[in-house]
């Protein structure tokens, strides 16, 4: 069964970073594209950032470019998302996605999320 497990979110005061990470299970990470996406509370879901199979395409957001990276580790089934110079408008749910390249598609699946508050 697949499962996404994310970790690292927390409270962080703007400017500092936060590392983000997915634990991937249950599935062939090494073919699927994955994401990160966010929710902030009241709006909708908000397509962070995006990177194939192999890393040979990044998506960044209009709304992270500059300040967030997207990683991965398909030796040790790890998907990554460095946020660096946070800002309050950061603070969201931060999702884990398989197979999301900014639609839901057959074999999206989610993680359960993890929160990130910026907030001084």
């Known amino acids: 069964q697949v499962q996404l497990v994310e970790s690292g979110g927390g409270l962080a005061q703007p400017g500092e970073s936060l590392r983000l990470s997915c634990s991937a299970s249950g599935f062939t990470f090494s073919n699927s594209a994955m994401s990160w996406a966010r929710r902030a509370p009241g709006k909708g879901l908000e397509w962070v950032a995006g990177?194939?199979?192999?890393?040979?395409?990044?998506y960044l957001g209009d709304s992270v470019k500059g300040r967030f990276t997207i990683s991965r580790d398909n030796a040790k089934n790890m998907l990554y998302l460095q946020m660096n110079n946070l800002r309050p408008e950061d603070t969201a749910v931060y999702y884990c996605?398989?197979?999301?390249?900014?639609?839901?598609?057959?074999?999206?699946?989610w993680g359960q999320g993890t929160q990130v508050t910026v907030s001084s």
């Open positions: 990177i194939q199979n192999d890393g040979s395409s990044i």
């Open positions: 996605a398989k197979d999301y390249w900014g639609v839901i598609q057959h074999g999206t699946w």
